[in-house]
């Protein structure tokens, strides 16, 4: 399996592939569950919590602008992605539409098919996460996510949520789905914090 699929980084992308991962030939789609079809007509993105609740259409985002991101890709089941080419829209500008209570501190990320994920605002605030409405110049397939998922590329990807449709904020820090069964809080991949030690 290792040879077929995965290959150890090369010299050059030695200093880009964090501890214990192996590059990733194609693009491997990691999905728990079945893949939700969701149409931009019924799409709609929420936020509630400790924010003023809003809800948004395609029409909404379509508005924001739009840009090209180069961003590596880390799955903790050890295969990585580099130069992963995405266009989408910057979290930075979406949350210009929001008004954030002071006292949030972390955000559940909600998706259509149920699967969460817990982040802290300020890993969620970053200037270099997106929301991926393309990948490699094509709508976004449904199957990585499609037609919008959340790209936060300092994070495993499974913090990375695929047909995100929510933000819950919070003043404490609560666990989404992997982080219940195990996986580490934060994730962050050079310091292999793959799994919870609790
Ligand atoms: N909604 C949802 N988002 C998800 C997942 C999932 O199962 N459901 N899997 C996560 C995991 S573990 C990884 S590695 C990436 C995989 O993204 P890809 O299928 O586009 O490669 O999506 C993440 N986002
Ligand atoms: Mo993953």
């Known amino acids: 399996m290792l040879g077929k699929f995965f290959q150890p980084p090369g010299e050059e992308d030695k200093n880009r592939v964090p501890p214990g ?5 194609g693009f491997p789609v990691l999905t728990y569950g079945a893949t939700p079809q969701v149409s931009i007509e019924e799409w709609e993105f929420s936020v509630w919590g400790l924010v003023q609740p809003a809800t948004f259409t395609w029409a909404d985002f379509m508005e924001l602008p739009q840009h090209e991101f180069s961003a590596d890709f880390h799955c ?70 499609g037609p919008l998922r959340l790209v936060v590329p300092h994070l495993y990807a499974w913090k990375s949520a695929k047909w995100i449709n929510g ?14 069964n195990g996986y580490h809080r934060r994730g962050e991949p050079w310091a292999e914090e793959r799994y919870s030690s609790m």
Not at 125 to 131: A, G, I, Q, T
Not at 167 to 180: I, K, N, S, V, Y
């Open 21 to 25: 991962q192996h590059l990733a030939k």
């Open 76 to 145: 903790v089941t050890r295969w990585s992605k580099l130069d992963v080419k995405w266009t989408g829209i910057k979290v930075t500008d979406f949350i210009k539409l929001i008004t954030i209570d002071a006292k949030a501190a972390h955000i559940m990320e909600h998706c259509y098919g149920g699967y969460t994920t817990n982040i802290s605002l300020p890993d969620f605030l970053r200037e270099e996460n997106f929301f991926a409405v393309k990948l490699f110049g094509e709508p976004l397939p449904p199957e990585h996510g």
């Open 167 to 180: 933000l819950e904020f919070l003043e404490r820090e609560e666990f989404g789905f992997w982080e219940r």
